[in-house]
């Protein structure tokens, strides 16, 4: 294997005619998770607003709790607001990425769903048209996700590249060693993501950082890696967080991964750790150190590493045919 994906798309061939034209009936909703992003969420609402009643049918904003002006700002924009532990109330939400974007698949109608971050900074109006490409267009595909090339900002520097920490050190390197159709993805971390409706509401949902690795690997299982495509979106900048945040967030993903590919440990060796797998409350505790006068002292996060199961297995649906929990 050469390393690259079948579907990837370095430029886009598609004019913003032909997209319209290919979406036909097809529904879109733009969905923004967001927690505590009042300095960008506007600026992410605004990029995909123009699109409105053309290729997008609605935007958005799934409010994670955030206890600044995010929602407000939002609204402001043009977005409609939801706040993740309205919807779905009979459930208690669990903290985390991976539920919002669950949740959002409840509080949205599109045939095809598009998850952009709402901490981008300068977000590009083409991300949407550009990952709507290969779903409209081709056939067989299921999920599109963006690649880019990131700039970095570390206190008062930037760097044109060496963004993507996380996804150079774990999510690609594992991709490689456990699910080898998958180490073409460029950026399989990224946030800029397109899928169907029907792909999914069936495939669980990892509640934290694990999410967007979990649907990766589980498209893959379920469908091949032809139903995977990529497109160059240009430049994405986003917030970048501290060391210590990204391997918390490290550690999710590899939950996530450990959950869905079992190492093989070869003849008569053991693997030293058990599959990682559980319900949405799911959590293990991960210790990390800090220098504190001089010590270096243990610190323990949290970190949930568990599953919502598909949408589309949740049993009682409300009048209104918005599903709600078991
Ligand atoms: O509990 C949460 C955590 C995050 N977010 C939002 O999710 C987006 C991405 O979160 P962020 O903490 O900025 O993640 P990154 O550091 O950017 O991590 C990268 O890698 C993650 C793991 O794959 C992906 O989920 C991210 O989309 C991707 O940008 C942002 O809009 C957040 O506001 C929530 O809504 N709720
Ligand atoms: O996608 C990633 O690898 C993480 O979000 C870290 O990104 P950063 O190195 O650009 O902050």
């Not at 008062?156 to 073409?184: C, I, K, N, Q, Y």
């Not at 869905?260 to 949405?280: I, K, L, V």
């Not at 599953?307 to 045919?321: A, I, Y």
Request: glycine share 12%; charged share 25%; aromatic share 4%.
């Amino acid at each position: 294997m050469d390393g690259s994906l079948s579907r990837t798309y370095q430029t886009q061939p598609w004019t913003r005619r032909e997209l319209e034209r290919a979406k036909g009936e097809t529904t879109v909703s733009v969905v923004l998770p967001a927690l505590n992003e009042e300095d960008t969420v506007a600026g992410v609402v605004e990029s995909v607003r123009p699109l409105v009643g053309g290729l997008v049918d609605e935007v958005v904003v799934v409010d994670s709790g955030s206890t600044d002006a995010t929602p407000e700002r939002a609204r402001d924009a043009g977005a409609r607001v939801e706040r993740c532990r309205d919807i779905l109330p009979e459930l208690e939400p669990v903290p985390g990425k991976g539920e919002v974007l669950w949740r959002s698949l409840a509080a949205t109608t599109g045939d095809v769903l598009v998850f952009l971050d709402s901490d981008l900074v300068e977000p590009d109006p083409a991300f949407v048209p550009g990952l709507l490409g290969p779903l409209l267009c081709d056939s067989g595909v299921h999920l599109v996700k963006g690649f880019y090339r990131r700039p970095l900002r570390v206190e008062s520097e930037e760097w044109d590249t060496g963004g993507g920490r996380v996804t150079e050190l774990l999510a690609r390197p594992v991709l490689d060693a456990f699910r080898p159709a998958l180490s073409g993805l460029i950026q399989p971390l990224g946030g800029e993501y397109a899928a169907t409706r029907s792909l999914l509401e069936s495939v669980p949902f990892a509640t934290g950082y694990g999410v967007e690795i979990g649907l990766l690997l589980d498209t893959e299982q379920r469908y091949g890696a032809d139903a995977l495509a990529q497109v160059n979106l240009g430049v994405r900048k986003h917030r970048n967080r501290s060391l210590l945040q990204l391997g918390v967030m490290a550690r999710q993903i590899l939950g996530t991964v450990l959950s869905r590919c079992r190492p093989d440990p070869g003849p008569g060796t053991s693997t030293g750790t058990s599959a990682e797998t559980g319900t949405a409350s799911s959590g293990t505790v991960l210790t990390q150190f800090v220098q504190v006068a001089g010590e270096w002292l243990p610190t323990s996060t949290e970190v949930s590493v568990g599953d919502r199961p598909p949408m589309n297995t949740l049993r009682v649906r409300s009048t209104s045919g918005v599903p709600s929990g078991p």
